[in-house]
């Protein structure tokens, strides 16, 4: 079955802009949890969408935020770009709530580079 | 607060040597641990887990033990090949309370040479 989608999976964006990253989980998955992943701080996590409310929520600002649909995709936005937010954005879906301990599954992820 | 320290990167390796990447751990009660591994250019993928003290956890030639006694979950490998080159990420999950979010190391990047 096909496996976590991403798109776009690479863009350039301008300082001050926004932008809208999309995930499409693995067919019958309802948890979608997003990371950010730079060389200097690894793997920080955005936040977890289950049945489309968030359960959990990392330490971003509010400029980062999230939704999940009814069919389960979720999206990402950050607004007002800055240059720290050049980065891998992982998305990742499982069954259930990451916190019952259901295998998580990556997508490839979604290169952005602001300049 | 809880965290994940891995050992810095790169490593550099020749094919079929002994591979050892160190992670240990600070968390508060029983997590489970976790070994993921990304290659280049994709996702991340669950290598292995293991829920509870001296559970080992093995897949593809990999091995690790959750050792309680030194907050350890060191991931082993008898004699790595070129298709290892990837980053390996050691992640935890706390067991209790309401917030479980998984809490990641900085990754180990590996590189095998022929």
């Known amino acids: 079955k096909a496996g976590v989608t991403q798109t776009p999976r690479y863009l350039i964006k301008t300082r001050g802009q926004q932008v809208t990253l999309s995930c499409s989980p693995i067919?019958?998955?309802?948890?979608v949890s997003w990371y950010q992943q730079t060389p200097g701080q690894g793997l920080q996590f955005l936040f977890e969408?289950?049945?489309?409310?968030?359960?959990n929520k990392g330490n971003f600002p509010g400029r980062f935020s999230g939704r999940q649909f009814s069919n389960s995709r979720s999206e990402m936005n950050v607004s007002t770009l800055e240059l720290g937010d050049s980065a891998l954005y992982l998305c990742?879906?499982?069954?259930?709530?990451?916190?019952?301990?259901?295998?998580?599954?990556f997508g490839e992820g979604s290169w952005l580079t602001v300049v | 607060g809880d965290s994940v320290t891995q050992m810095e990167g790169p490593v550099t390796l020749s094919e079929e040597a002994f591979l050892t990447i160190n992670c240990t751990y600070t968390?508060?009660?029983?997590?489970?641990l976790f070994w993921y591994v990304q290659y280049p250019g994709e996702g991340l993928q669950l290598l292995l887990k293991?829920?509870?003290a001296d559970d080992k956890g093995s897949n593809k030639g990999f091995e690790a033990t959750y050792r309680k006694e030194t907050t350890s979950f060191h991931l082993e490998k008898g004699s790595v090949q070129v298709s290892d080159s990837a980053v390996y990420f050691c992640?935890?999950?706390?067991?209790?309370?309401?917030?479980?979010?998984?809490?990641w190391g900085l990754g180990t990047s590996l590189g095998v040479n022929p």
């Open positions: 990742a879906s499982s069954m259930r709530p990451t916190s019952s301990g259901n295998s998580i599954y």
């Open positions: 067919s019958g998955h309802r948890s």
């Open positions: 969408y289950f049945s489309e409310t968030q359960r």
């Open positions: 968390a508060t009660g029983y997590p489970s």
């Open positions: 293991a829920t509870k």
């Open positions: 992640a935890l999950r706390l067991n209790a309370g309401n917030n479980r979010k998984l809490i």
